[in-house]
């Protein structure tokens, strides 16, 4: 079974940058889309970006696209959020979320994913 557990959550101050890493455990990664997704207080959980197994499609929601980048490395079983740019509204728990699927393209939907992590706090303040 696919255990995942995210690093790298912290406060950083607005046009910061945070890098999240996402670790699996349990199985190869290689057959599961990967997906970032976050949850701020009082809101509902959204998708961030999502890769698909091989990393040769990645999916952006609106205002990740160009701030946001997803990555992957199946040879050591871990994938990444670098995040740049942030802004006061990025502030949330991030969860890395997993999937087995097809190449392409990776689900996007908090519903199609089965594997979560615990979460990591980015607090994005001056």
């Known amino acids: 079974q696919l255990q995942l557990v995210e690093f790298g959550g912290g406060l950083v101050q607005p046009g910061g940058s945070l890098r999240l890493s996402c670790t699996a455990s349990?199985?190869?990664?290689?057959?599961?889309?990967i997906g970032w997704f976050r949850q701020a207080p009082g809101k509902e959980r959204e998708g961030v970006a999502f890769?698909?197994?091989?990393?040769?499609?990645?999916t952006y929601v609106d205002f990740a696209k160009g701030r946001f980048t997803i990555s992957r490395d199946n040879g050591k079983n871990t994938a990444a959020l670098q995040m740049d740019s942030l802004k006061p509204e990025d502030t949330a728990i991030y969860y890395c979320?997993?999937?087995?699927?097809?190449?392409?393209?990776?689900?996007?939907?908090?519903?199609?994913?089965?594997?979560w992590g615990q979460g990591t706090q980015v607090t994005v303040s001056s």
């Open positions: 979320a997993g999937v087995q699927a097809g190449q392409s393209p990776p689900p996007i939907e908090t519903y199609e994913y089965e594997y």
């Open positions: 349990g199985v190869t990664l290689d057959r599961y889309a």
């Open positions: 890769i698909s197994p091989s990393g040769g499609t990645k």
